[in-house]
């Protein structure tokens, strides 16, 4: 590959990015930026807008407004293969009348490269994703994951700069949908390629990616890592889309300084982030595994409450608790083990990460 | 999974009857007509230059019309489904009239335009020429079938996903190159499908070559000639059987390309849109639907023409003398009316009666009544006719002359498109839906009652829909089963043209033109397009 510049600086930038098809919004002033060889997601429920800025990236549409660089160079009108990006199909789209080899070859062949340095490339490819043998298959004789990585394959084989994915494990069943994404990451730590992938599956987003870019309706509402964005929110929305969450009315009990302490249905707990100026009255996140959960009998510290319902989920035990002093039920991730049974009085301590004050309302 | 039958009395009277009815209609008279030629008549067929000559002649057809329709049939498919040109619309629609009009609709006003008094030979260029010949059989075939290839390659183009075209391009490829490489070899079994089936037609074309072939005989026309001049029923007979052996060959390999499956990717999430062909390649497109559907329009226009025309070539003042005629003196259109319906209601019932049995009960024999009841999809009409004709001129089935004989052909010939509309309805209810109705207790007739013909009441209708309007233009078989008083519109339009009554003939094929266009747009009207005809 050619030289490239060094990993950090910025390889693509989306500036206020706007497209709407047929009166309805589907991508709505989204500014983004995606460094040297990183992996970033745009993650976000469907119809949200993730897919369409891909493909805007990948040059199927251009922007209705707004502009989209590849190092530094502006990409209207420019047509796909003329970009130095390469795309992955959600439906991977192999060509059915084609063996793996040719697949895989059809960009170097296009491109009139000799045989034997197509041979070598495709070789050197297949091997590299495991799928050495399978070289005279046909599509459909593949299993799904084969067929996801011939589609890789494809794409990586003409060495492009920036990577895409759409939604590329979704028609893949859970089990694999995990190792598979393992062996992605893996793969493009490796060689070192600026990747942008497409996922509505949070915990694929979070657990693979350098930073994600959390959108919603058309709309871009936070960019950050994933830490950022799971412990550190900016908004209600946000901490939904990215994980499980409790959002609790509170008051801000005091502050000082850094030190805040907030006030949940009478009981003070010290929380973290900043409430917006001048309000008493916040909402506070907390997620499921924050909580500690106590059988209520002597333990005067806590939100007390009653179990309503439970599922064992193996690691953890997911209960539904309903705490009459706030008139709600919260949801509580156990992993002690211990059984509580409908109906047994518990209380709730925040012992696990400190309550979150969220920003806004949205 | 199927349901077992055992002790079912009115599902085993049901296979007897279906049973029987193939075996009388169908198999007996293909029997006969196999029977009936002696050594001589095969002898004479091998040697005589005669024979020869109309071997070759049909072989010419079939070669000229099959080719120039499928490519025709590929243009309209790749233009109105993938490239999108402009009036896209229009072009769908008028591509599928000829399916729905006597298909010898074009023989006739290529004389009306190229004839001795033809508008454009005769009126705008005063000449007059003898335009009979091959070169009209030609253009009236290909414009007759072309849309035959149309539908085959449409179906097949709809199913090569855009996404496909669209990676192909992303790779690097430009639009020549994805068309050469993904677009044509996924549609290659569509275009052989299409090939196959509008060379199925030519060889069965009757009445083109009838109307306007003149001296160039074709099978058809000769087994024809050779029962109404000569009466030589032998040797009609050996001319029908050539004329099946290759309809029955194309017919075989089309159905083992059928079972090679697509390979289609489905996705979710929105499809992108298909690679647009560079702007000269639409324009291309475009010209060639374009031009093809001026000449569809033209040939229509011209039949309507013809039809209020007091003579054709000499008087053109209007008149509906020509319609009160065909519509009122005569019985023709009423009969082809009454003969089609009853055909139409019977061969939908009997389709849907054998698609169930075949397909649903587990009885005995179901691939040989598989294989009867679509056997008739190769046979060509001529040789229907000729076999009916032997087979049913003396007790105890002496139909012939009747109305029944009529009737019973067309059910025969059109049962096999009834019957594979209700396998592909039947296919889609699940079985599970049944089971649970006979583990309720419902016999076998109640299940079918029930259950089964609601379910697949949109495919009855379909069917019933389109046997009677392919009943109603059909020619190739009826035209040796018709005598006095059971005369039908399509052989009557031959008698009135070999007269030279032109208005007369006009005026018959337009009322068998609005009559299926009547029958449709009921169709359309009562099923509210949930149900698709032709891919409408």
């Known amino acids: ?362 | 999974m199927t349901v077992r039958p055992r002790g079912d009395p009115a599902v085993w009277a049901a296979y007897g009857l279906a049973a029987a009815f193939l075996a009388v209609f169908v198999v007996y008279p293909l029997v006969r007509v196999a029977a009936t030629p002696g050594w001589a008549q095969w002898y004479d067929v091998l040697t005589n230059p005669r024979w020869r000559a109309v071997l070759g002649n049909t072989a010419l057809m079939v070669v000229l019309s099959t080719t120039t329709a499928t490519a025709l049939g590929f243009a309209f498919a790749y233009g109105v489904l993938r490239a999108q040109v402009p009036g896209a619309r229009v072009f769908r629609l008028l591509a599928l009239a000829p399916l729905v009009t006597p298909p010898f609709v074009g023989g006739l006003s290529f004389i009306f335009l190229f004839g001795r008094q033809g508008l454009v030979t005769y009126r705008l260029l005063g000449q007059e020429v003898n335009i009979y010949g091959w070169p009209g059989v030609w253009l009236a075939q290909t414009m007759a079938f072309f849309p035959v290839a149309y539908l085959a390659i449409g179906t097949v183009l709809r199913r090569v996903s855009p996404t496909l075209e669209q990676a192909a391009r992303a790779l690097g490829a430009g639009p020549w190159h994805v068309f050469r490489t993904v677009v044509v070899p996924l549609a290659l079994p569509g275009i052989g499908a299409g090939a196959l089936l509008v060379a199925i037609h030519v060889l069965a074309d009757f009445g083109n070559p009838a109307l306007i072939g003149g001296r160039f005989r074709v099978l058809a026309t000769e087994a024809y000639a050779q029962v109404v001049g000569w009466a030589d029923y032998r040797m009609a007979a050996v001319l029908g059987i050539v004329l099946f052996l290759p309809t029955l060959a194309l017919f075989l390999v089309q159905r083992r390309l059928e079972r090679v499956p697509v390979v289609t990717v489905v996705g979710r999430g929105a499809t992108l849109p298909g690679v647009r062909p560079a702007g000269w390649v639409r324009a291309g497109l475009c010209a060639i639907c374009g031009v093809t559907s001026l000449l569809l329009v033209a040939k229509y226009a011209v039949i309507f023409l013809g039809a209020f025309s007091r003579v054709w070539g000499y008087d053109h003042s209007l008149t509906l003398r020509n319609f009160a005629y065909v519509l009122l003196a005569t019985r023709e259109f009423g009969n082809s009316v009454r003969f089609a319906g009853t055909a139409a209601v019977g061969a939908a019932v009997l389709a849907t009666v054998l698609a169930y049995l075949v397909h649903r009960r587990a009885l005995p024999l179901a691939r040989v009544l598989d294989a009867v009841t679509l056997l008739p999809a190769a046979v060509p009409g001529t040789l229907l006719g000729v076999a009916y004709v032997l087979a049913f001129n003396a007790p105890p089935l002496a139909l012939a002359g009747g109305g029944a004989i009529i009737v019973l052909s067309m059910v025969v010939r059109f049962l096999p498109v009834g019957y594979r509309t209700a396998v592909a309805a039947l296919r889609q209810i699940d079985r599970s839906i049944e089971e649970s109705a006979a583990d309720l207790g419902a016999t076998g007739l109640r299940v079918f009652w029930d259950i089964v013909l609601p379910l697949i009441r949109a495919a009855f209708s379909a069917a019933l829909v389109y046997v009677f309007v392919r009943s109603v233009n059909t020619l190739s078989a009826v035209v040796f089963l018709v005598s006095h008083g059971t005369g039908v519109a399509s052989a009557s339009i031959l008698n009135f043209a070999e007269q030279g009554y032109w208005g007369q003939a006009a005026a018959m094929a337009s009322s068998l033109i609005v009559l299926a266009l009547a029958a449709l747009g009921a169709f359309r009207l009562v099923l509210g397009g949930r149900v698709r005809l032709f891919e409408l």
């Open chain 1, 1 to 362: 590959m050619a030289q490239r510049p060094p990993a950090g600086s910025e390889h693509v930038r989306l500036d206020r990015v706007t497209k709407t098809f047929g009166g309805s919004p589907a991508v709505v002033d989204v500014t983004l930026v995606v460094a040297e060889g990183a992996f970033t997601t745009l993650l976000g429920p469907s119809g949200c807008g993730k897919t369409t800025t891909l493909r805007m990236i990948a040059g199927f549409y251009d922007p209705d407004r707004g502009e989209i660089y590849v190092r530094g160079r502006p990409q209207r009108g420019v047509p796909p293969h003329r970009r130095p990006v390469s795309i992955v199909f959600q439906d991977y789209a192999l060509f059915p009348h084609m063996t793996v080899f040719d697949n895989v070859a059809y960009g170097l062949r296009v491109r009139r490269l000799a045989p034997a340095v197509v041979r070598q490339k495709v070789g050197a490819m297949l091997d590299l994703l495991d799928l050495g043998g399978l070289a005279g298959r046909y599509p459909h004789e593949l299993s799904g994951g084969q067929q996801q990585r011939v589609a890789l394959a494809r794409s990586l084989v003409i060495e492009p700069e920036v990577l895409l994915m759409d939604e590329p494990l979704s028609n893949l069943d859970a089990a694999l949908r995990v190792r598979v994404r393992g062996e992605i990451r893996e793969l493009q730590r490796r060689l070192g390629i600026t990747t942008i992938y497409v996922t509505h599956d949070r915990e694929e987003a979070l657990g693979i990616s350098d930073q994600v870019a959390v959108m919603y309706e058309g709309r871009l509402l936070q960019v950050g890592t994933p830490e950022d964005l799971y412990f550190r929110p900016g908004s209600q929305h946000v901490a939904g889309l990215v994980g499980d969450a409790n959002f609790l009315p509170g008051e801000v009990a005091a502050q000082r300084g850094s030190q805040l302490v907030v006030r949940i249905a009478g009981v003070e707990m010290p929380a973290a982030g900043v409430p917006p100026a001048g309000r008493t009255a916040v909402t506070v996140l907390v997620r499921p595994d924050w909580w500690t959960l106590v059988t209520a009998a002597g333990h005067d510290a806590g939100l007390r409450g009653e179990v309503r319902a439970r599922e064992f989920r193996g690691q953890v035990t997911r209960y539904w608790v309903y705490v009459p002093a706030l008139d709600r039920t919260v949801v509580v991730d156990d992993a002690t083990g211990v059984s509580r049974p409908e109906g047994t009085a518990v209380a709730l301590v925040v012992r696990g990460r400190p309550p979150y004050v969220v920003p806004d309302t949205l």
